[in-house]
C-alpha cells in the first residue's frame, strides 16, 4: 500500500526496520547496528525470543573451532552441503541450491560471531547422515541465545518496541519505506530506509493454512504468535511464498511441566556455561545425564519407534482413532479435547529402557527411557496392574480400553507378528498433543535475502529473514532451523545497513 497522510506524526526515520525479535530478527537488528545503522526492533509478543526461546537450541555447521578443537579437521562447507543432500534425498532436487549455499557457506562464521558474543556451545554431536559430527548444542539452553542477543542489542543504537503488531507496509513509489504497526492500541508508523521481515512461519495463521495446506488448518502451533504477518504484508505487495505445502509437523509432543528443570532457569553467563561445558564433557554420564533429563522429557516429541513396537494411541474415550505408524498425526487434532494417550503393555516398556529403545532424545546428547518419564514426568506417565485400573486413573470410560485393547490385540496383523498388548502393568503416557512446530513456505527471495515479486523484480527497500525468508530453502535435520535464521538475519542487516548508504567505520 502507498503511503497516505495520518493524522499521527510518523515516528522518527531510522536507517533499518526489523518487524520480529526472534533469533533472525536479533541477527538482522545487531548486523545493521554494527555496520553502522540507527535500527528499530517491533516484536508483537510482550517479551523478545520467538520460536527461538522454544527450540532445542542446536546449531549445525562445518569447519567450527568447536570441530577444530575435538580433533575434526578438514570438514569443509561443500561436504555439509553434499550431505544435506543426502539427508533430502528425493527432496534435493526442489531446494534452493543458491540458498542451501548461502547457508553452509557462512553458517561457521556465524557460530565465531556467536561465540564472540558469549554463546557457549556443547558438542559437536553426530547425526547421520553428516559424516563427522557438527551439531553443536547451546548451553544452558536456547534462551541463552535470546539473553546474549539481547543484551548486545542494549550495547547498539537499536531501540526495541515490544507489542507492536505489524498490518502493512508502507510504500512510495514501489518501494517499502516502513511498517505500520498497531502498539498497546494505538496506529503508528515506522520509517527507515530498510525493511527487514522477521516474523517467523505462519503454523498459527488459519487463513494462510487454508491457503496453502488446509488438511493441517485446525492443527495447533506450537507457537501460537506465529501468525505470518510478514507474509501477509509482502503478499499484498506481490510477493510470492515457495513451498507452502511444506511444514515441519505435525508432531506429537507432550505439554512441558510446570517446573522445567535447572537447566531450564539457569541464566547464560559465559563463565557460569563454560563450567558446565567442561562438566558434561569431563563429569562420569551417572552425574551429567540427570540434569539433561528433565529438558529431554519435556520439549522432545516421543519416538516413532514406540509404535513400531506395539504401542497405540488412544483417545479420551479410550478408542483408537488411526493406525499409529501412519503420518497422520494430525487427524489427533479431531479427538477429544485434541489430545491422547500412548499405551503400552510391562514388555513393550521394558524394551524402551535401554539404547536402542528410548523414548526421546537429543540426538547425540543424551537418550531418555521409559524409567526417566516414570521419574520426571510424573503428571504424564501412569502405571497401572490392571487394563481396568489403568483406565480408572485416566478417567477413561468403563470398560472402554479394555475393548479397545481386545479389538488390537484381535488384529491380523498384530497376531501375525506376534504383538499385542497383553503383559501387565500397563502403561501410559499423555496426554500428548499433535502441534505443528514450523511452516516451510517462505518469501521468495534472492542470496541477498530481497524480496522478490512474482513477475520477478525485487520490492526495493524489503528483506525477508529465517522463516518467512525461506525463499524455497528446504530444512530437514536438526540444527539447521537455527543455522538459516542467524545466518540469513546476519546477513540481511548487514546488507540492510549498506544498501541505506551507511558508511561503516
Not at 67 to 95: C, M, W, Y
Not at 249 to 262: A, D, W, Y
Not at 318 to 338: M, N, V, W, Y
Not at 405 to 424: C, H, M, P, S, W
Request: aromatic share 8%; net charge positive.
Amino acid at each position: 500500500m502507498n503511503l497516505k497522510s495520518s493524522k499521527k506524526p510518523a515516528g522518527r526515520s531510522v536507517h533499518v526496520i526489523v518487524v520480529g525479535g526472534g533469533g533472525a530478527g536479533l541477527a538482522a537488528a545487531i548486523a545493521a547496528a554494527e555496520n553502522g545503522a540507527s535500527v528499530t526492533l517491533i516484536e508483537k509478543g510482550s517479551k523478545i525470543g520467538g520460536t527461538t526461546a522454544l527450540s532445542v537450541g542446536s546449531i549445525t555447521a562445518a569447519g567450527t573451532r568447536l570441530q577444530r578443537s575435538n580433533g575434526i579437521k578438514g570438514d569443509t562447507p561443500e561436504a555439509h552441503f553434499d550431505d544435506i543432500t543426502v539427508l533430502l534425498g528425493a527432496q534435493h532436487q526442489h531446494d534452493n541450491l543458491a540458498l542451501r549455499r548461502v547457508l553452509t557457506e557462512n553458517v561457521p562464521d556465524v557460530i565465531a560471531w556467536l561465540e564472540s558474543l558469549g554463546l557457549t556451545f556443547l558438542g559437536p554431536f553426530s547425526e547421520e547422515p553428516h559424516r563427522v559430527p557438527r551439531m553443536h548444542v547451546v548451553l544452558p539452553n536456547s534462551k541463552a541465545f535470546v539473553f546474549l542477543l539481547e543484551r548486545r542489542c542494549r550495547e547498539l543504537p537499536i531501540e526495541v518496541v515490544t507489542e507492536a503488531t505489524a498490518e502493512r507496509l508502507l510504500m512510495r513509489d514501489n518501494k517499502a519505506i516502513g511498517v505500520q504497526a498497531t502498539v498497546n492500541g494505538e496506529k503508528r508508523e515506522f520509517i527507515a530506509n530498510s525493511i527487514i521481515l522477521a516474523t517467523g512461519d505462519y503454523s498459527a495463521a488459519d487463513d494462510l493454512k487454508e491457503r496453502f495446506m488446509p488438511a493441517l488448518r485446525h492443527v495447533d502451533a506450537i507457537n501460537p504468535l506465529s501468525t505470518g504477518d510478514g507474509h501477509r504484508m509482502a503478499i499484498d505487495e506481490d510477493a510470492i511464498v515457495c513451498k507452502g505445502e511444506l511444514a515441519a509437523g505435525p508432531k506429537l509432543r507432550f505439554k512441558p511441566p510446570c517446573s522445567k528443570g535447572m537447566l531450564a532457569n539457569l541464566p547464560a553467563y559465559p563463565v557460569l556455561t563454560k563450567i558446565m561445558r567442561f562438566a558434561f564433557r569431563w563429569a562420569p554420564k551417572w552425574l551429567s545425564r540427570p540434569l539433561l533429563l528433565p529438558t529431554l522429557t519435556s520439549y522432545l516429541s516421543p519416538e516413532p519407534s514406540l509404535f513400531s513396537a506395539g504401542a497405540i494411541l488412544i483417545n479420551r474415550d479410550g478408542t483408537r482413532f488411526i493406525d499409529e505408524r501412519s503420518a497422520r498425526k494430525h487427524d489427533l487434532h479431531q479427538q477429544p479435547g485434541k489430545c491422547a494417550y500412548i499405551v503400552l503393555d510391562d514388555k513393550t516398556a521394558r524394551m524402551f529402557s535401554k539404547y536402542p529403545y528410548y523414548i526421546s532424545t537429543a540426538p547425540g546428547v543424551a537418550y531418555a527411557y521409559m524409567s526417566d518419564y516414570a521419574r520426571y514426568r510424573k503428571d504424564i506417565y501412569t502405571s497401572a496392574a490392571t487394563l481396568k485400573e489403568l483406565s480408572d486413573k485416566l478417567n477413561l470410560p468403563q470398560g472402554s480400553l479394555a475393548k479397545t485393547i481386545a479389538q488390537y490385540n484381535a488384529e491380523d496383523r498384530v497376531k501375525a507378528e506376534g504383538g499385542g498388548l497383553t503383559q501387565g502393568p500397563f502403561h501410559a503416557l499423555g496426554p500428548v498433543y499433535s502441534w505443528l512446530v514450523v511452516t516451510q513456505g517462505g518469501l521468495a527471495v534472492d542470496c541477498q535475502h530481497k524480496v522478490i515479486r512474482a513477475d520477478g523484480s525485487w520490492i526495493e527497500g524489503l528483506y525477508a529473514v529465517g522463516n518467512v525468508g525461506l525463499g524455497g530453502l528446504i530444512v530437514a535435520g536438526h540444527g539447521h532451523y537455527l543455522a538459516w535464521a542467524f545466518t540469513s538475519g546476519r546477513l540481511a542487516g548487514r546488507n540492510a545497513a549498506l544498501a541505506g548508504g551507511v558508511q561503516h567505520s
